[in-house]
């Protein structure tokens, strides 16, 4: 198997098509598919969330020369690659090692099963309405879940996500029926809108700023602050699960217990 063939295993998840969707209809950025192609035959892969020094060395023990992230690992900025640059270190790394790199980001977001949907499914929910609609696949859901008090709800999620940083902003024994949840950086004014325009009680993402977190409280809504890493690491690994079922050799998930 070679980088490509791996690729369009990953693409059964979540095909590229649905990265250029979302960058053309709602005016994203994104760079995935393959970043490295040493043009060896894959003999294992390491599925990783990010292309962290961890990962990389984590690959090199186990023997495996490939790596899948999420987030890509050349988002863009780069004119030049060297082993002694901070921001392109880890990609001359894999170079020399004969390490190839796929990196799988907003299609693996929005896909019908892909971390977005996966970040509800671990909140409890089962069924969306969805804000961003593709194709295939969507981005930004509210749903029902099992009314709990919302100090009890943030202690569930924190064990469902192996998650010890869990921030939650008001009420903490408001009972939490209906929840907006957002994969990774979602925190913005038109999920604002979708989530009071579907009557959620409670707004989960990662990295909020501030002014959000003020403008969701004045409509009415609790907030819970997952990790970044937390809020998709959850839906990489369900879909690391999926792929490896169908995958020819060896495979390992790396978790970099320090961002959970």
Known sequence: MKADELLCLLEKIGPLSLSRELCSKYGY???????????EEITGVLFSLDL??????EAKRRRLNAIVTHHPAIYGGIENISVTSPSTSLIADCIRWGISVISMHLNFDAAPEGIDYHLMLGLGGEAADTMQ???????????DITPRRMADYADYVGQRFSSRRIIFYGDENRIIRRVASFCGAGADDEAIAFAKEKGADLFV??????????????????????????????????????????LNVPAAYYCDEGLL
């Not at 962290?52 to 060395?57: D, F, H, T, V, Y």
């Not at 609609?133 to 749903?143: E, I, M, Q, T």
């Open 29 to 39: 950025y994104d760079n995935s598919g393959i970043i490295v192609d040493c043009g």
């Open 52 to 57: 962290s020094r961890g990962a990389l060395e």
């Open 133 to 143: 609609k593709l194709s295939c696949g969507a981005y930004g859901r509210v749903y």
């Open 205 to 246: 993402s990662s990295d909020i700023k501030h002014h959000v977190i003020t403008a969701l409280s004045a409509n009415g809504m609790n907030v819970m602050q997952l990790t970044h890493y937390a809020s998709e690491n959850y839906g990489f690994k369900a879909i690391y699960i999926k792929i490896t079922e169908g």
